[in-house]
């Protein structure tokens, strides 16, 4: 059981994120598919954070009971992560509404405004991804009780602008509605930062990759141990009439051989060998089945290693409970320092103290 005793500027800052999510911390995990399960969601929850279930491609069925195992490992507040393109949408909303499930993320797109409908009637919390000012507006609009702003520099599918530049379009003009960031945060430094410019809280799926409570291949997390944030880089688009998802994972052999696929496949079609709908599902299904390689039998050479540029940050597989502490000290120690010193400078003044002479025996 956590027992977070928070800053008070800290606790001020995130005190609308936190009473959205009924958690000690405004601190989200981010939904990772094959990793944001039962055992990593509750540990968040119960370490005071938010964690959330990733339904991916889940069927109702599916989804029921791993929401049902999270309850047995928890009684604190958790979410579940819908994508709005799921052809089963509606039966997945009604599973979370059926098993009282408090808070539903919708993402992937924009929601359908009967999805949101559904999920508001039955006073439920919605919180939606928002990628811009104007969709942000439409969305609180519309009902949601919470956005999250994820820049390109998050693991998995990524949009074009950064966790930076969103923020300072979108918090500044919309100070009513809790907003957490997301993409690229891996230490309380940048938590302090975005919270200093009006966030209600973060979200974070990297960093809790390698916790202890996650089921993450062993070969998968010390990937993550090993990476800097170099190593995370945007899948390439070779040919424009090809779409290529951006999707932001550490190099490996399999990205490098995605793109002399690419190629081999473009020449194809460009000799007439295939049609341009033969060709791009060819690209398109190059990854079929590619993440789940990586995170649960460890093929770290050709699997998909998903991770955002805060891999840099994971230095070693650590108890949830851990992360989240040292997240929250890091962020306190920041807000306590006078503005305008970095952590780097206060330690630096605190070393060039004049020290007492040594004694000898």
């Keep these: 059981m956590s027992a977070l005793p928070p800053h008070p500027l800290l606790a001020e800052l995130w005190r609308s994120g936190t009473e959205l999510l009924g958690t000690e911390t405004a601190i989200m995990g981010g939904a990772m598919t094959w990793v944001s399960e039962r055992n990593l969601v509750a540990a968040i929850a119960e370490a005071g954070g938010f964690g959330v279930i990733a339904c991916g491609s889940m069927t109702p069925e599916l989804l029921a009971a791993e929401i049902t195992a999270t309850r047995a490992l928890t009684d604190r507040p958790f979410g579940v992560n819908l994508i709005v393109m799921h052809p089963a949408l509606d039966a997945l909303i009604e599973v979370c509404l059926d098993l009282r499930v408090g808070h539903i993320v919708l993402a992937?797109?924009?929601?359908?405004?009967?999805?949101?409908?559904?999920?508001?009637?039955?006073?439920?919390?919605?919180?939606?991804?928002?990628?811009?000012?104007?969709l942000a507006k439409r969305l609180a609009r519309s009902?949601?009780?919470?956005?999250?702003i994820e820049g390109m520099e998050a693991g998995g599918h990524i949009g074009a602008i950064s966790t930076a530049v969103?923020?300072?379009?979108?918090?500044?003009?919309?100070?009513?509605v809790p907003i957490f960031i997301a993409g690229g945060i891996g230490h309380g430094e940048g938590i302090a930062a975005f919270l200093r410019m009006g966030a209600s809280g973060v979200q974070m799926g990297t960093?809790?990759?390698?916790?202890?409570?996650?089921?993450?291949?062993?070969?998968?997390?010390?990937?993550?141990?090993?990476?800097?944030a170099r190593d995370a880089q945007p899948s390439v688009q070779i040919d424009p009439a090809f779409k290529v998802i951006?999707?932001?994972a550490l190099a490996n052999d399999g990205?490098?051989?995605?793109?002399?696929?690419?190629?081999?496949?473009?020449?194809?079609?460009?000799?007439?060998?295939?049609?341009?709908?033969?060709?791009s599902l060819a690209i398109?299904?190059?990854?079929?089945?590619?993440?789940?390689?990586?995170?649960?039998?460890?093929?770290?050479?050709?699997?998909?290693?998903?991770?955002?540029?805060?891999v840099g940050f994971v230095k070693a597989v650590?108890?949830?409970?851990?992360?989240?502490?040292?997240?929250?000290?890091?962020?306190?120690?920041?807000?306590?320092r006078p503005l305008g010193r970095s952590a780097a400078q206060s330690k630096g003044r605190r070393d060039a103290r004049p020290q007492p002479a040594a004694t000898g025996g």
């Design 255 to 279: 990205t490098r051989r995605f793109t002399e696929t690419q190629l081999e496949v473009i020449g194809r079609f460009r000799r007439g060998e295939l049609s341009q709908e033969e060709a």
């Design 108 to 134: 992937g797109g924009l929601p359908p405004g009967t999805a949101i409908a559904k999920i508001k009637g039955a006073e439920r919390k919605l919180l939606c991804f928002a990628p811009s000012l104007a």
């Design 207 to 228: 960093r809790f990759v390698c916790a202890e409570e996650s089921i993450a291949h062993p070969r998968f997390k010390q990937a993550f141990i090993r990476a800097s």
């Design 166 to 176: 969103l923020a300072q379009e979108i918090l500044p003009f919309m100070p009513d």
């Design 143 to 148: 009902g949601a009780d919470g956005l999250i």
């Design 284 to 310: 398109e299904h190059f990854w079929a089945g590619a993440l789940r390689r990586a995170v649960i039998d460890g093929d770290v050479a050709e699997g998909s290693l998903m991770a955002g540029q805060s």
């Design 318 to 336: 650590q108890p949830v409970a851990t992360i989240i502490a040292e997240l929250v000290a890091e962020a306190e120690a920041a807000l306590a």
């Design 246 to 248: 951006p999707v932001r």
